[in-house]
């Protein structure tokens, strides 16, 4: 079974401050690790994805996230957040099959982000 | 750009009662996901579909059922409705090809009264 852990709730940064979102996943094989942001009552909204290739990764809105096979670890980053970004962000697992484009995703328990002014 | 869209975007119920929620993939997209989403939860995984046929289950309760029709849209459909189904129901699109990530509806939210 495949499974993702954002350890923390809530992360809080100042504006113009460069932001963590930790993700670690569990699955077997070569994970396909996602990002996804969700606003109040709506949708989720594609960030970026993990693959295979570099392990630095840019996605939307100059998010960026750094594959660790190691660590198994996939965390979000910016290097400059915006009062925008806050949000509700959740990390996204799906394990390799030979038929990928029909595994569903599981998410983590999401990080709601908080960027002060 | 296309997205997926949902339909209804809200919905009220009362239990026992029965509904149907609507989802109309991306353009060529094959697969249709549907995701249900409780307050403060994240997104819990029900079921898919590829090409028309059930491609994998997830905690879809026995009440529900779900299908994907020929023009590719997809219906989930909910009886018996309790106050516990009151979440934010969402519907998924994908390619087949491996990788590829998957886009969300807005969402359709049920509320059970």
């Known amino acids: 079974a495949q499974s993702v852990a954002q350890p923390e709730d809530q992360v809080n940064v100042a504006e113009g401050n460069p932001l963590t979102v930790k993700c670690t996943y569990s699955?077997?094989?070569?994970?396909?690790l996602f990002w996804y942001v969700q606003y109040p009552n709506r949708g989720l909204q594609f960030l970026l994805k993990?693959?295979?290739?570099?392990?630095l990764v840019k996605g939307s809105y100059g998010f960026e996230a750094e594959f660790n096979k190691s660590q198994t670890s996939f965390h979000l980053k910016k290097p400059s957040a915006l009062v925008s970004d806050s949000a509700l962000y959740f990390c996204a697992v799906r394990g390799p099959s030979m038929d990928t484009g029909r595994r569903a995703l599981t998410f983590g328990s999401g990080t709601r982000l908080q960027v002060q002014p | 750009a296309a997205g997926v869209i949902q339909s209804p975007r809200h919905l009220i119920k009362e239990k026992r009662e029965t509904a149907t929620l609507k989802c109309y993939p991306i353009p060529r997209h094959d697969t249709v996901y549907w995701y249900q989403q409780g307050p403060g939860q994240d997104p819990q995984f029900l079921i898919s579909?590829?090409?028309?046929?059930?491609?994998d289950k997830g905690s879809i309760p026995d009440r529900f059922s779900a299908q994907q029709f020929s023009d590719y849209h997809s219906e989930l459909n909910m009886s018996s409705l309790e106050l516990g189904d009151s979440a934010l129901y969402f519907c998924?699109?994908?390619?087949?090809?491996?990788?590829?990530?998957?886009?969300f509806g807005q969402g359709t939210r049920l509320t059970v009264v």
């Open positions: 993990y693959i295979t290739g570099d392990n």
């Open positions: 699955v077997s094989g070569n994970p396909y």
């Open positions: 579909f590829y090409e028309k046929m059930q491609s």
């Open positions: 998924a699109s994908s390619l087949r090809q491996g990788g590829t990530e998957a886009f």
